[in-house]
Every structure is written in structure tokens, then in C-alpha cells.
């Protein structure tokens, strides 16, 4: 299973989960290809893979949260683009450094971390007001 992915991060909802699970998967391959220090061609297919997907994945959340009238929707939409700017200043720090040790660690805690952290508050809170 993916880096960091845990069980207890499902939501029930399962688009949101297997997009979840997804993003850990990812992330998790971009931590490996980090450390082994492969080629910069994969290095960079990740990044262009999480660019697209972080976004589709929000937009898919956004949705739902538009659909069921989430009274939280702006504050969490402030998060999700947050984790835009992070995905970027990620990237800016492989364009600077290159993939040493300094971007296993942003992207073990800063991203997954944020994820977890994001998944475990702002994404469970949603649940009830779709089951309404
Ligand atoms: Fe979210």
C-alpha cells in the first residue's frame, strides 16, 4: 500500500477514497524516486501527474460540497488551493536543488502529513452532510 495511507482515513465515500488513496500512492512514488535518486524525466512525470490530479481531485470535492450546501465550503476550498501553493513551492525546490534529501523530507512532511492532517478534519467533516 502507498506511503503514509492508513485505513482509518477512509471517508465511506469512494471516489474520495480511491482519489485519496491515489494521491498517497504518488506522493509515495515521488518520495522513492527522491531517494534513489532517479532519472529527472520520472522526477518530473510525477509532478506533471500531481499537478492535474490535486486539482481534479478538489474539483471533485468542491462538487460534492457545493451538491449537499457544506457550510464549511470556503474554508476548505482556502486549503485545498494552500496545498496548491505548497505543490508549487515543491516543485520550485526541485528546480533549485534537484531531488536530495531536502525534498524527501518536504514531501514526507509537508505533503503527507498535510494530507493526512487535511483528510482526517476537513474531508471526514463533510460525510454527515451527504448522507442528509
Ligand atoms: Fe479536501
Known sequence: M????RDDLLTGIREIDDQHK????RFGDLLT????EKAAKEV???FMFLDEYVISHFNA??????????????????QHQQFVRQLEELKRKYRDEGAG???VIT???????WL????????????PFLRK
Request: proline share 0%; with cysteine.
Open 22 to 25: 491515489e494521491l498517497f500512492r
Open 44 to 46: 518530473l512525470r510525477l
Open 116 to 127: 493526512t492532517r487535511h483528510i482526517e478534519k476537513m474531508d471526514k467533516d463533510i460525510v
Open 61 to 78: 470535492e468542491e462538487r460534492l460540497m457545493l451538491s449537499c450546501g457544506y457550510r464549511e465550503y470556503l474554508e476548505h476550498k482556502r
Open 2 to 5: 502507498a506511503i503514509g495511507w
Open 33 to 36: 524516486a527522491c531517494r534513489e
Open 107 to 113: 514531501t514526507n512532511q509537508v505533503m503527507i502529513e
Open 101 to 103: 534529501l531536502s525534498l
